[in-house]
C-alpha cells in the first residue's frame, strides 16, 4: 500500500482536524435519527472509523460532508432495525376517526411564535420533542425534514410502503406540534 493512499498512524494531526470539523455534524444527525444520546455517540464513533479508512480519499473532498451524513444515517438506521426488537408504525395504532377524516395540523403563524422565541431555545425545544417521538414518527421526521430525502427514498431505507412514510410523516408532526404546544403557550404568555 503506499504511503500517500493511508494517512500515517503516526501523524494523527490532520484526521484530527478533519473530525473536529464535522464531529456536531455526524453526532446531530446520529442523535435526530434515533433519539438516544449513547447511541449516537456510538454510531457518531463508527462513522469516523469508516472516515479514518477512507481519509486520503476523503482529505481534501468537497463532498465528504455529504458523505459524513450520508453514513451517518445509513448507520443509524441500521442500528435502529438491528437493536430495536421490531418497529411498530405508529400509523397501526390509529386509524382515522369514526368519520374517516384525518385531524387537521395547525401551524402558528410564522410571524408570531417563531419571533417571539430565539432561534437556540426553540431547536432545542424541538430537538428534545423530536427525542420523545416514537422511533416509527421520529425517523421519517427527521429523513424527511432534516436530512432532506423525498418520500420515496425514505420508503426505501426504510423498507415500508410510500403510504406508510406520508402517513408516519404526518402523524409525526401531529405529534410534535402537540408536544410543543405546552411550551409555546407557556413562552406566548411570558410564565416562566
Known amino acids: 500500500m503506499s504511503e500517500d493512499r493511508q494517512p500515517a498512524m503516526t501523524d494523527a494531526a490532520p484526521f484530527e482536524a478533519f473530525m473536529r470539523n464535522y464531529q456536531n455534524m455526524v453526532f446531530s444527525t446520529a442523535m435526530r435519527v434515533t433519539g438516544n444520546l449513547a447511541e ?78 430565539d432561534r437556540t431555545e426553540r431547536r432545542q425545544c424541538v430537538e428534545q420533542a423530536l427525542r420523545k417521538l416514537p422511533d416509527a414518527q421520529r425517523v421519517p421526521l427527521v429523513l424527511f425534514h432534516l436530512e432532506g430525502l423525498k418520500y420515496e427514498e425514505i420508503a426505501a431505507k426504510l423498507g415500508i410502503s410510500l403510504g406508510k412514510v406520508k402517513t408516519d410523516i404526518f402523524r409525526g408532526r401531529d405529534s410534535l406540534r402537540k408536544k410543543l404546544a ?10 416562566a
Request: proline share 6%; no cysteine.
Open 40 to 117: 449516537a455517540q456510538d454510531i457518531s464513533q463508527e462513522v469516523f472509523l469508516k472516515a479514518f479508512e477512507r481519509f486520503a480519499d476523503l482529505r481534501d473532498n468537497p463532498r465528504a460532508p455529504g458523505w459524513l451524513k450520508t453514513v451517518a444515517v445509513n448507520l443509524s438506521l441500521n442500528h435502529l432495525s438491528r437493536h430495536r426488537s421490531r418497529w411498530i408504525l405508529f400509523s397501526d395504532y390509529f386509524r382515522a376517526d369514526e368519520e374517516g377524516k384525518e385531524p387537521e395540523i395547525e401551524f402558528a403563524a410564522p410571524d408570531n411564535v417563531e419571533e417571539d422565541l
Open 182 to 191: 405546552p411550551q409555546l403557550r407557556q413562552d406566548l404568555t411570558g410564565q
